[in-house]
C-alpha cells in the first residue's frame, strides 16, 4: 500500500495540545476529532469541518474542567457516536448518519472505572475502563454488563469478526476473556486479525500471536529512530490486509500476509511528534493520523488511480482492495474487497458503466453500483459473456451453461444449461414487489430450445414445468411474484402462461411492445392499431384498448406509457385501476371497499363488480351486497341483503353463523347457479325436498322436479306431471307434450299431436316404428301428404316403399338425394332407370363438393368429359390420368390435361408429366417446368428431342442470364454448355470471380488458354488482397516469379521465400532471402541471413547494395568482413551525394586519405587541406597543389598563388603567369619568392604584352604585332632574353595566321631586326622568307608554309609544342573559362560546346533538380541546352567526324535528362533542335517526338500508348507515369490501360528505390513490343505527391475490380500500339494504316491523327512547335498522294 499526504485537517500548536482520540463513521460520511479542549469536531469525507459540539461532565458540580475524553467511538449503523471520558461515564449522542439530524444524548452509561477504549459493537459499545474491566454498553436497554476482568488498567482494546482482545498494563492479553498471553511491556499497540494477533510495545518490537493458543509466530523489529521506538496506538484497515502502527515523527505501515508475516515500513512525518491516534475509512482509502501537538492529517491510501470513460474513477486501495466512485456523484463510493484471493488484477465495467466485473486468480466480483452490492464467486477460465442487469440479478454464460449470481450473495444461486442467452428470452424475478410476507422468491424463465420455455425455483432449484409452444419464441418475462409468464412468438402472438395450473392462452396478436407494468400485475401491450391494456393479468378477458395516435410505445414509466413519434407524448394509466389491483391481490377486501368510497369522478363499476365476485367467493356476502348496490344492480343486492337477513334469522342475530345454515347455503348456491348444490342443501342437509321442487319449478327444470318427487313424494308426481304437460302445451312446445305422449303409450295422440304441431317427420318416423298405424289410411295420408308438402322426400318415399309403390318412392328418393336406395331399388324394379339415377347422382354428388364419389357414377352413366372434370374437381389426379387415356382427342381436353400435368410435376413425377404433356403437343410447357424446377438437364434433353434449336435458345438464353443474375452459376452454366457456348460460361464465372469453376472450364473447352487464364486469375487475387489463392494460379501457372514478385511487393517476405524454397534455384532463393533482409534492415536482417547460411554472400551483397547497416552486423557473424572494410565501402559510396557522412566513415575505417582525396575530386579544396592537416599531414602539400591548379582553372589566380606558394612551389606559379601572359604577376613572384632563379623582367615590357593581348580580343591584329614587337625589343634591352623571344615568337604567329599583303610584308621585316637584336638572325631571315613567300595584297594567308613549321620544330626556338591557339582554347577549356573558350573557338566552336555540355552533365547528377511535375527543367540541363543550341542548333555548323561518337553520346544523355522534365515543352523543343542537328538516330527522334506530342491534348493519349516502347532510352518510371496519366484523362475509356500503365510506374519507382530491377515482371507485357531492360536512375523520378497520388488512384481501382486490369489486344493478338520490326507512324508511334501522310525522308504519319494535329497547330502552342519539329526531322509532308 502506498500512503500521500492529502490533507491537514488541523495544524499543530506551538506547544502540547494532544488529540484525545479520532475515529470515521462505517459509512465513510464522518470523521469525528476530540481534543484536549473536551471537544468534538466533525469533518466530512474531503476533510471540510461541517460540526462541532462540546462535551458535558457526568456531575455538573465537578466542573466543565473535572474530565477529558479518552475514547471515540461510532457505531456500526454510523448514527450513534460514543464519547468514553475520565470521569467514569460513557455518553452516547444520536448525531445521525448524514448531516441532516440533530444531535442528542441518547444514552449514558455511569460506570466503576474511567473508560480507556472505546469500541463498536452490535447493540452498542465495547469499553475496557482503568479497573481492569471490559464491559459491553447496550444501547437499547441503556445497560452496561461486565464481559471480563483482566485485574490491571486497561490499555488497548481490539475487535475481529466477532473476537474481542484487551491488553492490560500488567502485559496480560485476553480474547474473549480467556487469558492468551502475558507480553513483557503493556500492550498499547493491539490489532485483533484472527486467526492473529499483533501486539506492540514500548521497545519498538512488533509481534504476531496465534490467537488460538498464544504461540508467538513472528518477531518483527522495523528500522526506527532511537527516539521513534515507541509504539503507541495501532489499527487495522477495513479489509484486514494493512496494518498502522503509530511512533514518535511518523508511523509504521505494512501488509498483512495469509503467512502471518508482516513487512513494516516506517513513514516518517517530521515534526509531527507522538501519534495520539489511528483512524480509517471505512473504504480504507484515507488514514487520519493525530499527534501530541494536536495536529490531524489525511494521508490517502492508493496505488493506481485511473478513470473509465470519464463516468467512472477506479483507486486501487491495496492489491486486494480497490474503490470504484461514479463522476457524476448518482451513487456513493463503492468498496469492492476480495476475500479469497491475494489481488484484483482486472477490472472492466458493463451495463452503462453501472456494474463492474472485477476479475481475481480464482474468482469473479461483480459489482452493482447503484445499489452497493458486490458478490465474489469462484470462477476461473475465460470465455463467459456477462449480462449485468437481467431482473436484479447477473447471469454468467459460458460453454453452453448459464449461470444465475443475486447481487449481495457471494454464490451461484442456479446453473442451467441453454444456448439461448438473448436477454429478451431470459427473466429473473428475485424477492420483487410489495408483498415479503411470501418469504424468498426467486424465478427463473429460459428457453431450453427456441420452443421449449423452462422456469427454475432459484432457491431450491426444482424445476417447476416446461411448456412447449408451437412457434418460436422470441420473448418472454415473469410478473414480480413469479407466477404469469408472458411470452410472444415470431408470428406475434401474446401467450399468458398460468405457472401453478400450466393453463396457456392468447390474449393478443400483432404485438409489437409489451411490458408488466412495475409492482402490479398489469400488462400494457401494443398492436399496429390500438394500445391495450391489462390491469390485472389475472383476468385476460378484461382488456382496455385506447389510440395510441400514431406513436410506438417505447417503455412504461411512472404508470404513463412513452409514446414515440405520435400526436401525444404518453399515454396515462388509470391509477385508480393498479392501485385497486393491488390491494385486490394483497386480500384486502375491506381496504379494496374503502379506498373505492374514497374515490370520487371516476368510472368504478368495474371495480365494484369485480370487488363483489370477489368478496362473494370469499363468503363476505355483506360486502358483495354493497358492491352490486353500489354499481346500481338492485336485483342481485336484494337477493343478498335477503339472504343476510335469513341467515340472521337461522342464526338468531348471528349472520356468520347463519350462513352455515343449509337453507341460507342453498340461496347461495342458487345465486351462483349451482342448482344441484342447492338440491342438496334443501333435500339432504334441510331435509325440505319441496323446497328443491319449487326451486325447479321456479327455473322450468321440470325433469329435475320430476325425478326428485319420485324419490320423495311418488303422490306428487302425477300432479307435476299433468302440470308439465299444461306448461308444454300452453308454451306451444307441441314436441315435447308429444314426446310426453309417446312415452306414456298414447301413440295417435302423439301422431296427431306432432301432427299439429308441424312435426310430419316425427310423426312419420312413429307410423314406420308401429306397423299397425299403417292400416290407418287416413292417417297415413295425412302424413304423406304433410311430407310432401314439407319435402320430407326420403320419409315419403319409405312411406311410399312400405305401401308397395315403388316407383313413386324412386322419384321419391332421388328428390330426396337418396340416390343408393333409389339406385337400388330401381335395379330390382325398372333396371331402365338406372343409368339416369347414377348420371344424376354424381351430377348431385359433384353440386355437394363431393366430386371424388361422383366419377364412377359418371363413369357408369357414360359421361367421360364430367368424369374427369369430377375427378380433377376432386384432386384425384391418378383417376383423372386413366380417364385422358381413354380420350381420344386430346384437342378438347388440353386444358384438363395441362391442369393434370401440373399436379405431377407439383408431386415430382416428372416421367408422368413429361408423357402427359407430348402427347398433348405441350412439351415446351413441360420444358419450362422442368426449368422452373431446377431441372435444367432433363429440359434440356427434352427440349433437344421436342424442339427446335430456335425454340430452345429463345427459352434457355433468358433463362440463363437469369439465373446468372441470381448467382445460380451452376444451372447457367448448364444451359451455356448444353446450347453450346462454353465461353458464355466463363465469362459468367470470371465476372462472379469463381476461378476454380472458370478454370475448370477452360481445362475441359480452351485447354490451349489455360496457362494464360491461370496467370490472368492470379493477377486478379492479387489485386484483391487474396495472396495465398493467388499464389496457387501462379504455381499452377508455372510463374513463380510472379508469385514471389507479389510476396515481394505485399510484404509477405515468409510466401516470397516460402515460394522461392518450393519452386525456384537456389540462386532466387539467395535473392528473397537478401531482399528479405534488405526490407528488415539492422541485425534483424542480418540475423535473418546468418540463420540461412547467407553471411558471407550476404555481406557481400550488403556492400554492393550500400545497406551498411546489415553488413555491419554480419561482420560480426561470420560475414567474413570487417567492420573498417564495411566502413570504408560505406564511405565510398556516400561520397558522391553525402560526403559528409562519407568523411566521417572513411575516418571510422581509419581511411583519411581516402576521405581528403574524396574532398579533392568533388572540388573541397577547403575541406580536403583541413581534414589533411588533421589526419594526413603527408597529404597536405598534394592537397595544396590540387586547391591551387582548381582554382587556376576557375581562373583565381590569387588563390591558385597563394595555394602554390604554401605548398612551396613558387617556380610553378612563375610558370603559370607567363604562360598566361601575365608578366607583372610572374616578376612579382620571382623576385619574392625566386629571387636568385629568375630572369630579370623590364618593367616596361609587362605593360606592352597586356595591351597587345587586348588589342588581339578587338581582332586588332597589326596593332598587337607592333605591340609584340615592342615589347621584345625592351625585353632584349633590359637583358630579358627568353621574354624577348617569347614576344618575337607570338608576332609571328599573329602574322602568319591573320595580316596579309603589305602589313604582312613589314611585320616581317620587323621580326629579322627583332630575332637579330638578340641573336638569332637565322631564325629571323627564316621567317622574312615563310611570310614574304607567295603573299599577296588580296589573299591572306592562311597559315604558315612549311619551311615555317619545320623552324618552329627546331630547338632553338622550341615550336614542338602545339598549335598556340589550340593550346590556348585547350588552356582555356582546363581552367573553366568555357565562355571564352567559345568565343574563340571558331569553327572548333562545336566541339568545345559538346565538352562543355558533358562538363556540365558530370558536374551535375541525373538527379538533381529533378521535377516531373515542374514546368522548369534542371538547370544543367538548361544551360548545356542553351550551349548546344547555340553552337550546333542553328544549322550553319557541322560535327566533324572526330566529334561523332561525343554527339551520339550526348544526344542519349540529353534524352534521357529531357525525359525525366516531361512537362517543360521548351526544354524538350531545345533538345529535339539539339539531337537533330547532332545527328541522334531515329529511335532516340522519335522517342523525343512521343514526349512532345504528349502536350497536344487531342493526340497525347495516343502517343502516349507508345512511349513506353522506348523506356530503355529515357527515365522508364517517368515514361509510363506520364503515359498512365494522359491515358487516365480519357475517363472510363482508358482507365483499364490506365491502370497498367500506373501500376507499372509504381513497380519501376519501387525498383529504382530499391535497385531491384532485374526482379521485374514482364508477364502482363507479353503482347506489346515494349523492352524489358528499362532504364532507371539512381532512385525513383516519380515521387512525393504525384507517387502518392498515382498509387491511391491504383489502389481505389484494384479494390472496386471494375476494370480489368490487363491491356488489351487487337485482331493480331497484341496491343495496339505494338509494331514489331515495322516503320510506325512519325506522330503517334502506332501502326500505320492505309491512309497515309509521306515526307520527303521516306517516314509516314497516320493521315486521321496527322490531321487532327494540323488542326490543333492553327492556334499555335505545342502543336505548332510538334510540326515544326517533325518538319525540320522528316521534311515538308507530301499531300500529293491525299
Known amino acids: 500500500m502506498r500512503l500521500k499526504y492529502s490533507k491537514t485537517l488541523m495544524e499543530a500548536q506551538e506547544g502540547e495540545s494532544p488529540i484525545a482520540d479520532i475515529c470515521w463513521s462505517a459509512n465513510n460520511v464522518k470523521l469525528a476529532v476530540a481534543t484536549c479542549e473536551r471537544q468534538v469536531l466533525l469533518f466530512d469525507r474531503d476533510g471540510v469541518r461541517r460540526d462541532k459540539f462540546s462535551t458535558k461532565p457526568a456531575d455538573p458540580a465537578a466542573g466543565k474542567k473535572s474530565y477529558v475524553i479518552t475514547s471515540l467511538a461510532f457505531s456500526d449503523n454510523s448514527e450513534l457516536l460514543g464519547v468514553a471520558q475520565s470521569d467514569n461515564m460513557v455518553f ?71 473476537t474481542l482482545a484487551s491488553g492490560h498494563v500488567d502485559g496480560t492479553l485476553f480474547v474473549n476473556g480467556r487469558l492468551l498471553l502475558r507480553y513483557a511491556l503493556p500492550p498499547c499497540a493491539l490489532v485483533m486479525l484472527p486467526p492473529y494477533v499483533i501486539v506492540g510495545g514500548c521497545d519498538g518490537r512488533v509481534a504476531v500471536y496465534a490467537a488460538s493458543g498464544g504461540a508467538l509466530l513472528r518477531s518483527v523489529e522495523p528500522a526506527l529512530p532511537p527516539h521513534a521506538r515507541d509504539l503507541t496506538v495501532a489499527a487495522p484497515s477495513p479489509s484486514g490486509q494493512t496494518i498502522a502502527v503509530g511512533t514518535f515523527d511518523g508511523f509504521l505501515v505494512g501488509d498483512m500476509k495469509e503467512s502471518g508475516g508482516l513487512d513494516l515500513t516506517f513513514l516518517a512525518i517530521p515534526h509531527l511528534y507522538a501519534t495520539r491516534a489511528l483512524a480509517w475509512s471505512g473504504d480504507g482509502t484515507k488514514l487520519a493520523v493525530a499527534s501530541q501537538t494536536g495536529a490531524v492529517i489525511l494521508l490517502e491510501a492508493v496505488l493506481r488511480r485511473w478513470v473509465w470513460r470519464d463516468s467512472v474513477e477506479v483507486q486501487h486501495v491495496s492489491p486486494k482492495q480497490l474503490v470504484l466512485t461514479r463522476l457524476a456523484n448518482d451513487a456513493p463510493p463503492m468498496t469492492v474487497t476480495t476475500k479469497h484471493a491475494s489481488d484484483i488484477f482486472h477490472v472492466r465495467f458493463i451495463g452503462n458503466d453501472w456494474y463492474a466485473v472485477c476479475r481475481t486468480a480464482s474468482t469473479f466480483i461483480l459489482c452493482d453500483i447503484a445499489r452497493g452490492l458486490t458478490s465474489e464467486i469462484p470462477w476461473s477460465g475465460s470465455g463467459e459473456r456477462i449480462y449485468a442487469a437481467v431482473g436484479g440479478a447477473c447471469l454468467l454464460h459460458r460453454a453452453g451453461e448459464l449461470s444465475v449470481v443475486e447481487y449481495g450473495l457471494d454464490k451461484l444461486l442456479h446453473t442451467v444449461r441453454t444456448e439461448r442467452v438473448n436477454p429478451h428470452v431470459l427473466s429473473v424475478r428475485i424477492n420483487e414487489g410489495n408483498d415479503k410476507e411470501q418469504g424468498d422468491r426467486k424465478h427463473l424463465a429460459y428457453l431450453l430450445d427456441r420452443q421449449t420455455i423452462a422456469v427454475v425455483d432459484l432457491t431450491t432449484g426444482v424445476q417447476l414445468g416446461q411448456w412447449w409452444h408451437e412457434a ?15 411470452m410472444r412468438d415470431t408470428r406475434r402472438r401474446l401467450i399468458l402462461l398460468r405457472l401453478q395450473s400450466g393453463d396457456k392462452e392468447i390474449i393478443a396478436s400483432g404485438v409489437g411492445f409489451v411490458q408488466w407494468i412495475e409492482e402490479s400485475d398489469a400488462v400494457v401491450a401494443q398492436t399496429p392499431t390500438h394500445l391495450l391494456i391489462w390491469y390485472s393479468a389475472w383476468d385476460p378477458g378484461c382488456v382496455e384498448m385506447a389510440e395510441c395516435g400514431g406513436g410506438v410505445a417505447v417503455e ?36 379494496c371497499a374503502r379506498y373505492l368510497d374514497g374515490v370520487d369522478n371516476a368510472d368504478l363499476a368495474p371495480l365494484w363488480r369485480q370487488l363483489a365476485e370477489r368478496a362473494f367467493a370469499n363468503e363476505d356476502i355483506q360486502l358483495a351486497a354493497k358492491c352490486y348496490r353500489e354499481i346500481g344492480d338492485e336485483a342481485r343486492a336484494y337477493y343478498l341483503e335477503t339472504t343476510v337477513q335469513l341467515a340472521a ?27 344441484a348444490s342447492a338440491e342438496e342443501f334443501y333435500a339432504k342437509k334441510a331435509n325440505r325436498p319441496e323446497m328443491a321442487i319449487s326451486m325447479y319449478k321456479q327455473f322450468n327444470r321440470w325433469a329435475e322436479a320430476i325425478a326428485l318427487a319420485e324419490k320423495t313424494d311418488r303422490l306428487a308426481v302425477t300432479t307435476l306431471k299433468q302440470q308439465y304437460m299444461d306448461y308444454l302445451t300452453s308454451t306451444g312446445r307441441l314436441g315435447e307434450a308429444g314426446a310426453e305422449l309417446a312415452a306414456s303409450g298414447d301413440v295417435q295422440g302423439a301422431v296427431r299431436l306432432w301432427l299439429k304441431g308441424g312435426r310430419a317427420r316425427r310423426a312419420a318416423g312413429l307410423i314406420l316404428q308401429q306397423p299397425a298405424l299403417l292400416r290407418d289410411n287416413e292417417l297415413v295420408e295425412t302424413v304423406h301428404a304433410q311430407l310432401i308438402q314439407e319435402e320430407w322426400w326420403e320419409m315419403a318415399g319409405d312411406i311410399s316403399e312400405r305401401r308397395g309403390d315403388s316407383l313413386t318412392a324412386v322419384e321419391y328418393y332421388a328428390k330426396g338425394n337418396n340416390f343408393a336406395r333409389a339406385v337400388q331399388l330401381a335395379r330390382e324394379t325398372c333396371p331402365s332407370e338406372v343409368t339416369r339415377l347414377e348420371g344424376a347422382w ?38 383423372a390420368l386413366q380417364i385422358v387415356q381413354v380420350i381420344e382427342d386430346k384437342d378438347l381436353i388440353r386444358e384438363q390435361c395441362e391442369q393434370i400435368a401440373d399436379h405431377f410435376i407439383s408431386t415430382q413425377e416428372w416421367e408422368t408429366a413429361e408423357r402427359l404433356l407430348t402427347s398433348c403437343g405441350m412439351a415446351e410447357r413441360c420444358v419450362r417446368a422442368y426449368n422452373s424446377a431446377g431441372r435444367v438437364a432433363d429440359g434440356l434433353k427434352l427440349a433437344a428431342a421436342q424442339l427446335s434449336e430456335d425454340e430452345t435458345r429463345d427459352i434457355y438464353i433468358p433463362l440463363a442470364q437469369q439465373l446468372r443474375s441470381e448467382g445460380q452459376f451452376r444451372k447457367a452454366e448448364q444451359i451455356y454448355i448444353g446450347l453450346g457456348e462454353p465461353d458464355e460460361a466463363i465469362s459468367m464465372y470470371k465476372e462472379a470471380s469463381q476461378y476454380e469453376s472458370m478454370l475448370r472450364l477452360v481445362a475441359a473447352h480452351r485447354s490451349s488458354l489455360l496457362e494464360a487464364t491461370r496467370r490472368h486469375v492470379a493477377q486478379a487475387l492479387h489485386a484483391s488482397g487474396d495472396l495465398r489463392a493467388a499464389e496457387n494460379y501462379y504455381i499452377q501457372a508455372g510463374d513463380w516469379k510472379s508469385a514471389i514478385q507479389m510476396y515481394r511487393s505485399s510484404g509477405q517476405w515468409e510466401g516470397a521465400e516460402r515460394v522461392a524454397r518450393a519452386h525456384a534455384p537456389s540462386g532466387v532463393q539467395q535473392q528473397v532471402a537478401l531482399q528479405w533482409a ?81 574532398w579533392l575530386t568533388r572540388g573541397h579544396h577547403q575541406r580536403a587541406l583541413v581534414l589533411a592537416e588533421q589526419h594526413a599531414t603527408h597529404l597536405v602539400e598534394e592537397v595544396l597543389v590540387e586547391g591551387a591548379r582548381a582554382a587556376a582553372e576557375r581562373g583565381d589566380l590569387a588563390q591558385f598563388e597563394t595555394l602554390m606558394i604554401r605548398a612551396n612551389r613558387p617556380r610553378e606559379v612563375v610558370q603559370h603567369y607567363k604562360d598566361l601572359e601575365l608578366w607583372e604577376e610572374a ?21 606592352l604584352l597586356q595591351r597587345a593581348a587586348e588589342h588581339a580580343d578587338r581582332g586588332e591584329w597589326w596593332e598587337a604585332v607592333q605591340l609584340l614587337c615592342e615589347a621584345s625589343a625592351s625585353g632584349a634591352a633590359g637583358g630579358a632574353t627568353r621574354l624577348a623571344e617569347r614576344a618575337a615568337l607570338r608576332a609571328a604567329r599573329l602574322a602568319r595566321d591573320r595580316l596579309q599583303g603589305t602589313r604582312r610584308r613589314a611585320a616581317a621585316d620587323m621580326l629579322a631586326t627583332r630575332f637579330a637584336a638578340i641573336g638569332q638572325p637565322e631564325v629571323g631571315e627564316q621567317l622574312r622568307e615563310a611570310l614574304t613567300d607567295g603573299a599577296t595584297d588580296e589573299e591572306e594567308a592562311p597559315g604558315v608554309s612549311a619551311e615555317y613549321e619545320v623552324e618552329e620544330q627546331s630547338p632553338v626556338v622550341e615550336m614542338s609544342e602545339p598549335d598556340a591557339e589550340a593550346e590556348a582554347l585547350e588552356r582555356l577549356a582546363r581552367a573553366g573559362n568555357w565562355q571564352r573558350c567559345l568565343a574563340h573557338a571558331g569553327s572548333k566552336a562545336p566541339h568545345y560546346a559538346l565538352r ?8 551535375h547528377s541525373r538527379m538533381e533538380g529533378v521535377d516531373i511535375e515542374s514546368e522548369e527543367a534542371p538547370e544543367a540541363l538548361t544551360q548545356a541546352l542553351d550551349t548546344l543550341r547555340q553552337y550546333i542548333g542553328d544549322g550553319t555548323v557541322s560535327i566533324s567526324d572526330s566529334d561523332t561518337a561525343l554527339a551520339k553520346a550526348m544526344c542519349s544523355e540529353v534524352l534521357v535528362r529531357v525525359s525525366a522534365a516531361p512537362k517543360s515543352l521548351t526544354a524538350l523543343k531545345d533538345a529535339a533542335t539539339v539531337m537533330l542537328a547532332a545527328g541522334a538516330d531515329d529511335r532516340a527522334m522519335q522517342a523525343i517526338t512521343l514526349l512532345m506530342a504528349l502536350h497536344v491534348p487531342q493526340i497525347a493519349a495516343k502517343a502516349a500508348r507508345a512511349l513506353p516502347r522506348y523506356s530503355d532510352i529515357i527515365v522508364a518510371d517517368v515514361a509510363f507515369y506520364v503515359s498512365g496519366m494522359a491515358v487516365r484523362a480519357e475517363g472510363s475509356n482508358g482507365a483499364r490501360e490506365a491502370f497498367v500503365l500506373l501500376n507499372r510506374s509504381l513497380d519501376l519507382a519501387e525498383a529504382a528505390d530499391d535497385d531491384a530491377a532485374h526482379l521485374l515482371d514482364y508477364t502482363d507485357f507479353e503482347c506489346t513490343d515494349w523492352p524489358t531492360s528499362p532504364l532507371l536512375l539512381d532512385s525513383a523520378c516519380v515521387r512525393g505527391e504525384a507517387l502518392d497520388e498515382a498509387r491511391e488512384w491504383v489502389l481505389a481501382v484494384s479494390m472496386e475490380r471494375t476494370v480489368e486490369q490487363t491491356l488489351p489486344v487487337d485482331g493480331r493478338e497484341v496491343y495496339g500500339s505494338s509494331v514489331g520490326e515495322e516503320a510506325c507512324c512519325v506522330l503517334t508511334g502506332h501502326p500505320l494504316g492505309s491512309r497515309l501522310v509521306t515526307f520527303t525522308n521516306g517516314r509516314c504519319a497516320n493521315r486521321e491523327w496527322w490531321s487532327r494535329a494540323v488542326a490543333a497547330a492553327r492556334g499555335g502552342g505545342a502543336a505548332g512547335a510538334l510540326l515544326q519539329h517533325i518538319a525540320r526531322w522528316c521534311g515538308p509532308a507530301d499531300y500529293s498522294q491525299i
Not at 562543355?1396 to 558536374?1403: E, G, P, T, V
Open 92 to 162: 452516547v449522542y444520536r448525531v445521525g448518519a448524514d448531516w441532516s439530524g440533530k444531535k442528542v444524548i441518547c444514552n449514558k452509561f455511569p460506570l466503576t472505572g474511567a473508560p480507556v477504549r472505546l469500541l463498536p459493537a452490535e447493540q452498542g459499545f465495547y469499553t475496557g475502563t482503568s479497573d481492569g474491566k471490559i464491559r459491553s454498553l447496550d444501547c437499547k436497554s441503556n445497560k452496561s454488563s461486565s464481559l471480563w476482568s483482566g485485574g490491571a488498567c486497561c490499555v488497548s482494546l481490539a475487535r475481529g469478526d466477532g
Open 472 to 486: 418460436r419464441v422470441d420473448w418472454l418475462e415473469l410478473n414480480e411474484s413469479g407466477q404469469l409468464l408472458l
Open 556 to 591: 412504461v414509466n411512472a404508470r404513463r406509457v412513452v409514446l414515440d413519434g405520435g400526436h401525444v407524448p404518453y399515454l396515462q394509466l388509470d391509477e385508480h385501476r393498479l392501485a385497486f389491483n393491488n390491494a385486490l391481490r394483497s386480500g384486502d377486501l375491506s381496504g
Open 649 to 675: 334469522r337461522e342464526g338468531d342475530g348471528d349472520v356468520t353463523a347463519g350462513l352455515h345454515c343449509a337453507v341460507v347455503r342453498a340461496k347461495l348456491a342458487i345465486f351462483s347457479g349451482d342448482l
Open 842 to 879: 354424381g351430377a348431385w354428388l359433384v353440386s355437394s363438393r363431393q366430386a371424388g364419389a361422383a366419377v364412377p357414377h359418371l363413369i357408369e352413366a357414360g359421361d367421360t368429359r364430367g368424369a374427369l372434370a369430377a375427378a380433377l374437381k376432386a384432386h384425384h389426379y391418378k383417376k
Open 1078 to 1158: 534488405a526490407a528488415l534492415g539492422g541485425s534483424a536482417g542480418a540475423r535473418l541471413l546468418a540463420a540461412r547460411g547467407l553471411a558471407a554472400l550476404g555481406a557481400r551483397w550488403a556492400l554492393q547494395a550500400q545497406r551498411w547497416d546489415i553488413a555491419m552486423e554480419l561482420s560480426e557473424l561470420g560475414g567474413g568482413v570487417t567492420r573498417r572494410e564495411v566502413a570504408r565501402h560505406e564511405a565510398a559510396a556516400l561520397a558522391e551525394e553525402r560526403p559528409e557522412e562519407a568523411e566521417a566513415a572513411f575516418l571510422r575505417a581509419g581511411a583519411a586519405d581516402d576521405a581528403v582525396r574524396m
Open 1227 to 1247: 616578376t612579382r613572384v620571382s623576385r619574392e619568392y625566386l629571387p636568385d632563379s629568375a630572369e630579370p623582367v623590364p618593367s616596361a615590357v609587362p605593360p
Open 1396 to 1403: 562543355y555540355a558533358s562538363h556540365l552533365f558530370k558536374a
